[in-house]
């Protein structure tokens, strides 16, 4: 049996979710000893890596599946009030890091105006009932409609260029967008958790086991992948950030909480354009309509990016079949994920989303000419020349029981914890890395009860985000200085 180490939290994976927390951790107690762990090499080589997602900050500006329309013909706008919240929480809290200097803001967002775009008169009258109830709102106000070609054609030149038809044509736009590098992001915030005391990190170090000990502890195996050497830590309380690794690990756990919870995986693609004259002629995020049948995930996007010094240009995505669970994964993930508690959801979930598998099966055929048909829909001047096929990040999809269904597969993001609060993984990927901080105000409090007194837990997180606790959608001057705060610290764009 090796030697172990005793530590007070274990942190599995190196992405956007374990950074944010092991921040927000350090602050609310920072005698806390941290150790994390990295099957890669590199911090950020999964989901929360650049080029693996869009960089959207998800704010519920331009994501039309945000705000279906009810049967009455009136818009909903619970998910897009929601999003727009937690993403509110995320500039708070990069903007409290920011005033000390532990991020640099410049490195890792921009404004872009974010825009949706839609084609045919049902879909402008949809546009123009959504941008009415969107614009009347404090969390949008400021958002343009348009259903005039010159004005779009102004906004983002090349959705309209070499358009011939007599088509009709809608678009909003708003100024609040952004653009977020979330591979900068997560390796700023973990260089600054490096810098501070008791706080470790293990990269090419894999965890291979989770079981608990007599005392209530967790004991983590971890596999050091250079050295071929096993190592154990004990810790009270582990978070599994393992992106699409994290189900594995949950299963391992054995918390009752995991019991019947599956994972199906979904790959993305992107065009990504080559040619620089063309990048600089497109300044915003473009969301569409997911073509009717295909899942949340596929709603088409022509997205301007700015990685490092560079600017790129994306489209798509496109999805592809894998059973890996990581884009570093095995092949062996998907079937080796299958157990006795989770085989009928898994089955029931596939029964009824056939929709799903014929989307993916469409999509795995598509030829390089009929991906172009999809980007002209966008973009009616594109050149095959001018593009080339990315690969981008692994999607698992939950999957969990339901007493009425069996199974259901879920698009959203899950946060599984043991009612002890030792214990807690994230599952699904959407809205996403814009979501963390949101995230971690929900799994403090749910972990760290006991730990971090009521009152220090209370006032460390409204420190680092000072609308915890309240609802900035229902209180408006609240959310008028917050922002203000907020965007003056990010170096963001604030309408009037
Ligand atoms: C195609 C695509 C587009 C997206 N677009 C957006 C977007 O526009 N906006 C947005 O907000 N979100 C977007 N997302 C979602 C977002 O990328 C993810 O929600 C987020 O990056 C997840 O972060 P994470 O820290 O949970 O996982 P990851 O970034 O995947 O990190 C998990 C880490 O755990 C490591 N790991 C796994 N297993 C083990 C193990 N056993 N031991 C040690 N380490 C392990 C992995 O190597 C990895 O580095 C997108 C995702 C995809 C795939």
Known sequence: MPAHTETDVVLIGCGIMSATLGVMLKELDPQLKIHVFERLDAIAGESSDAWNNAGTGHAGLCELNYTPERPDGSIDLTKALKVDEEFEQSKQFWAWLARQKRLEPQRFINSLPHMSFTEGAENRDFLGKRHAAMAAHPFFRGMEFTADRDVIAQWAPLLMKDRHDNGIYAATRSMLGTDVNYGALTRLLFADLEKQPEVVLHLGHEVRDLERTDDGKWRVEAKDLKRGMRQVYHAP??????????????????????????????????????????????HAKVYGKAKSGSPPMSVPHLDRRTIGEDHALLFGPFAGFSTKFLKHGSWLDLPSSLEWDNLVPMMQAGWKNLDLTKYLIEQVRLTPEERLEELKEFMP????????????GQRVQVIKKDPKEGGILEFGTELVAAADGSL?????????????????LNLIPRCFQERVANSDRHDGLRRMVPSHGH??????????????????????????
């Open 237 to 282: 309380f582990v978070f599994i950030g393992a992106g699409g690794g994290a189900l594995p690990l949950l299963e391992k756990s054995d918390i009752p909480e995991a019991a019947g919870y599956g994972g199906f995986p979904v790959s993305g693609e992107w065009l990504r354009c080559l040619n620089p004259r063309i990048i600089m002629q497109h």
């Open 381 to 392: 001047s594109a050149k095959l020349e001018d593009w080339e096929l990315a690969i981008a």
């Open 424 to 440: 807690a993984a994230l599952l699904g990927a959407s809205p996403g890395a814009s979501t963390a901080v949101s995230i971690m």
């Open 471 to 496: 609802s900035l959608a229902q209180d408006t001057a609240m959310l008028q200085s917050i922002r203000s705060a907020s965007h003056a610290a990010l170096g963001l764009v604030m309408p009037a």
